[in-house]
């Protein structure tokens, strides 16, 4: 009995470190995306509304997915918010201000929080007649666009503010799948899905970025070890510059801190993704070493 009991104070033992590392996640709020009033107002066909609630009801879920899987954050049910929400501005148009950042803080303790607004949908077909001719081709415009920012819960400061968007580039592929004979674009469930995981990742990417920037766990002669894995926004073949943190930065003005310094000591490039982890081949290398920023290349 005895040795029994000891075991289970050793499992009881190890458990306690993961426990606290799942504490020490930071905790997010996701509020629903909304569209601005004035693009709602703007589309008059009842398919096109369709087309945009549908693509905003797959975004939820995937951005949802999307930070979950860069395992920087314990997400905040959204029926935790409703009691804030509700009477709130939100519903309607989607902002939030300083009083209702704080107020969604203190009811779920989330130390930031996240909304996004769509201000930007068009999805049509133009036709183009060539003078002379007879002949006329058609090109499909399709633009999706999505303003995100992060809030403080603590303060209600507005921590980032970042625009994201999509469009015809991206889905080439499944657009030359598509009969152009409509007046109208009219996106396939396909495109949708594709849409909704394309700004999904962007937003979730550049969230991870913001508040737990990729760093350098290990280097070892011409590799490194970083601390993004599968679903953190890395993949095979990217590329990034790395830099050391130097001191921290006050605005003289404001007295704000602007973060560190940030001083490029080397370039580096992901040849595998693990699960958790990535590992990366050393392309530059005046200083690179455990701790150093990683900011992904243009």
Same mark, same amino acid.
Do not use: C, W
């Given at each position: 009995?005895?040795?029994?009991f000891s075991?289970i ?5 190890l458990a ?5 590392? #799942? ?5 997010l709020?996701?509020l629903? &995306?909304?569209p601005?009033?004035?693009l ?6 009842p398919d =096109?509304?369709?087309? +945009? ?10 951005? &949802? ?8 954050f314990q997400?905040?049910?959204r029926?935790d918010?409703?009691e804030?929400?509700?009477e709130q501005?939100? $519903? ?5 201000d300083?009083?209702? #950042? ?5 009811? @779920? ?13 068009? $999805?049509?077909?133009e036709? #183009?007649?060539?003078?002379? @001719? ?7 415009v399709?633009?999706? !666009?999505i303003?995100?920012k ?9 921590l980032?503010s970042?625009?994201?968007?999509t ?5 080439k ?12 674009g ?5 495109m +949708? ?11 979730? @990417? ?19 070890? &970083?601390?993004?894995g599968? /679903? ?8 990034f510059?790395v830099?050391?943190?130097g001191?921290? +930065?006050?605005?003289?003005?404001t007295k704000e !801190?602007?973060?560190?310094e940030?001083?490029k000591?080397?370039?580096? =490039?992901?040849?595998?993704?693990n699960?958790?982890?990535?590992? #990366? ?5 005046t200083?690179? !070493?455990? /701790? ?7």
């Open positions: 009995m005895k040795k029994y075991l104070v050793l499992a009881g033992a306690l470190p993961m426990i606290g590392a #799942a504490q020490d996640k930071a905790t709020a996701i629903s &995306i909304k601005i009033p004035s709602v107002a703007s589309i008059k066909s =096109k509304k369709l087309e +945009m609630d549908r693509i905003l009801e797959s975004l939820d879920g995937q951005l &949802i997915d999307r930070i979950n899987s860069t395992r920087k997400i905040v049910s029926s918010l409703k804030v929400i509700k501005d939100f $519903d309607s148009s989607g902002n939030v300083q009083k209702t #950042a704080v107020e969604i803080g203190k009811l @779920t303790g989330a130390k930031d929080i996240l909304t996004a607004t769509v201000d930007d949908f068009q $999805d049509y077909v036709t #183009a007649t060539f003078e002379g @001719t007879g002949r006329s081709a058609t090109k499909r399709f633009r999706f !666009s303003v995100g992060i809030y403080e819960s603590s303060t209600g400061k507005l980032e970042a625009n994201f968007q469009g015809n580039d991206e889905f592929q499944i657009q030359q799948e598509r009969n152009y004979s409509v007046k109208d009219e996106l396939s469930d396909e +949708m899905v594709a849409v909704s995981r394309s700004l999904a990742e962007k937003i979730a @990417t550049h969230i991870a970025d913001v508040i737990f920037p990729a760093k350098v766990l290990i280097k070892r002669d011409d590799t490194v070890t &970083i601390n993004r599968e /679903g953190g926004g890395v993949k095979e073949g990217d590329v510059n830099f050391a943190l001191e921290e +930065m006050i605005d003289p003005d !801190s602007l973060g560190r940030e001083v000591v080397g370039k580096v =490039k992901i040849s595998q993704v699960p958790k982890t990535s590992v #990366a081949s050393v392309l530059e290398d200083g690179i !070493s455990q /701790g150093a920023v990683l900011r992904k290349a243009k």
